[in-house]
C-alpha cells in the first residue's frame, strides 16, 4: 500500500509540528520503502541530521534540549525546508549523515 503525505498535513503556521511530524512519522515511513537507500531509519536520527545540519554543527550545542520546544522560528522553518528537500530527493540524507557523524566525532570527513 502506498501512502502519499501531504507536507502540509499540520497547519503551515506551525512549522516545530510539521518539523516533528515530518521527521517522526513520514521520513521513517519512506525510510522503509524498497525506494529509498537512507542510511538511517529511525526518527531520532533523523532529527539529530536535520538539526545538525541547520546549526552546521552539533545542534545541542546551539540549542536547548529538547529541541522542538526551543527552536526559534527561524531554526524550525529552515528544519522543515530541508526535511522536504530530503523526501523530494533534491539534498542527498547520506551525504547529510557523514557530516552529522563528522561534527560528532564519530567519522573524519576525506579533504577536499
Known sequence: MQHDF???Q????NPVARYVHLTRTVMPFLALG???HWPVR???CFQHIV???ICEGVWYDHIARP????LSHTQALAA????EQIITDQIDLAVLNQKSLAWR???RLPRS
Open 6 to 8: 501531504d507536507f502540509l
Open 10 to 13: 499540520t497547519p503551515p503556521d
Open 34 to 36: 524498497e525506494k529509498r
Open 42 to 44: 529511525n526518527d531520532h
Open 51 to 53: 538539526l545538525d545540519t
Open 67 to 70: 529541541a522542538y520546544k526551543h
Open 80 to 83: 522543515v525546508q530541508l526535511c
Open 105 to 107: 566525532g564519530k567519522l
